[in-house]
């Protein structure tokens, strides 16, 4: 097994940098990774947030193994297949109340950009042809096409495409707060009035000329911002009051990892759409999905019966042995209860987190459910590296865990137990101390 990396041109890496010293994972079972050199690395953040029932789980791959010599591969333009069919009554079975229909995409970053088209066709379907801006969140992650990338507002996944981005989009202030919510448990305190924030969009564009409004419910890639208590409230009933549609970006937050198979049902906001992809097939096939109600869908059943109701999909839609992965990660989550899992460890997760505070750099400490972060001080002048520092020390000390700008992020599989958590906070709090 060749473990050089030179040949492939990995995402959001420093290339040169990891070719001078790689990290190469070769294997994984349950809570843990095999690096190369043989070593058992404790997963700290489920992957890349996706591998919620943990790793190698023989149900999802005898599913697999099933479906590829059952059907493969099916087309899913003019034709379909039962599988497609079941997963997505699956889904409405566990989404929040009236989001009992699904779009099936490739990626979170294709969920995004569907939601999206979705969302301007829907109002074009209904005459409400102005109605074209799209409004995202500072600081936010939507994925990595167009669309998504439109609406994000983390600053270096935009800089360089800036002026190709899409011109009818704007974004509300993001909700960090430093100075009132540091080290706050939970849903910060103060914040709530930062959703009205969409009042100011609303008098520069004009309700009537706005589609939709997307935000991730926890913003993760960001560094893990949790709402504020009040705010996702307070930005559904001003969507009510101007007739915008609101987006749930739940690629990180869906299929458990709040406490509730998705954060809408645990934080009690209706989302007229949510996207998911990663934890819906535990990371082991890519699938993603939009998640809609016929409120929705029925706005594109009013033409002719012959003709396409959306001009949208990809090759790969509801692919067979995606929708096998995800029905099997399905019924482990629900068998298994791991979002009640999830809601019974997270103050397990937040006591060890928080124990953190006052080690040194440390400046804020963010936790939700079953994700956790640490959040170090800006060093005047330098680059933000105490995090990357922080990540590398876990990793040659046996824990995954996540640096993002000056943050470190955790988010195990839901599958951990207390004393993983406790080994993990262990061994990142020695990896802060010996990081100058």
């Keep these: 097994m060749s473990t050089a990396p030179s040949a492939f041109w990995m995402p959001f890496t420093a290339n040169r940098q990891f070719q001078a010293q790689p990290r190469m994972l070769v294997a994984a079972e349950g809570m843990y990774y095999r690096s190369a050199d043989g070593r058992r690395i404790l997963d700290g953040t489920a992957g890349l947030w996706c ?37 997505a009554e699956r889904l409405g ?34 005459g409400d042809t ?16 167009f669309g998504g990338m439109s609406v994000g507002g983390i600053a270096r996944n935009r800089e360089i495409w800036q002026r190709s981005l899409l011109p009818g989009t704007d974004h509300l202030r993001h909700t960090h707060d430093l100075a009132r919510n540091a080290f706050a448990r939970g849903q910060p305190e103060h914040g709530a009035e930062f959703a009205d924030d969409l009042e100011r969009l609303i008098a520069r564009h004009g309700a009537e000329r706005i589609a939709a409004v997307i935000v991730e419910p926890v913003a993760g890639s960001t560094g893990v911002l949790v ?14 009051r101007h007739g915008l549609l609101l987006i749930f970006d739940e690629v990180i937050t869906g299929f458990g990892r709040t406490g509730s198979m998705f954060a809408a049902q645990q934080f009690g906001v209706r989302a007229d759409m949510i996207t998911c992809a990663k934890g819906i097939t535990n990371g082991a096939v890519p699938m993603g999905a939009v998640l809609l109600g016929s409120r929705i869908l029925d706005a594109f059943m009013r033409g002719p019966p012959e003709e396409i109701d959306l001009f949208h999909g990809y090759t790969y839609s509801g692919h067979p042995v995606a929708c096998a992965a995800a029905l099997a990660s399905l019924s482990i989550y629900e068998r298994e209860g791991l979002p009640q899992r999830a809601a019974a460890l997270a103050p397990a997760l937040a006591d060890a987190a928080h124990a953190l505070q006052g080690l040194p750099g440390v400046i804020d400490i963010r936790n939700y459910g079953l994700i956790a ?32 700008g000056n943050v470190i992020a955790l988010s195990p599989p839901l599958i951990v137990t207390a004393a993983q958590i406790a080994e993990m906070f262990t061994t990142l709090a020695a990896a802060i101390r010996a990081t100058p």
Excluded: W
């Design 130 to 145: 102005e109605r074209t801006v799209l409004i995202g969140r500072e600081r936010a992650y939507h994925g990595v096409g």
């Design 93 to 126: 079975q566990v989404a929040p109340p009236g989001l009992d229909r699904a779009f099936f995409t490739n990626s979170g970053s294709e969920a995004v950009d569907s939601a999206l088209k979705i969302a301007l066709a829907y109002h074009q379907r209904r």
């Design 51 to 87: 591998v919620n029932a943990g790793h190698a789980r023989a149900e999802i791959t005898a599913a697999v193994q099933k479906q590829l010599a059952t059907l493969d591969f099916a087309p899913t333009f003019q034709m379909g297949h039962p599988f497609a069919i079941e997963l």
């Design 227 to 240: 709402p504020p208590k009040g705010y996702l409230e307070r930005l559904r009933a001003l969507c009510d």
């Design 373 to 404: 972060a640490v959040e170090f001080a800006d060093e005047p002048g330098r680059a933000p590296t105490r995090a990357f520092d922080v990540f590398r020390r876990c990793f040659e000390h046996g824990l995954l865990v996540r640096a993002t």
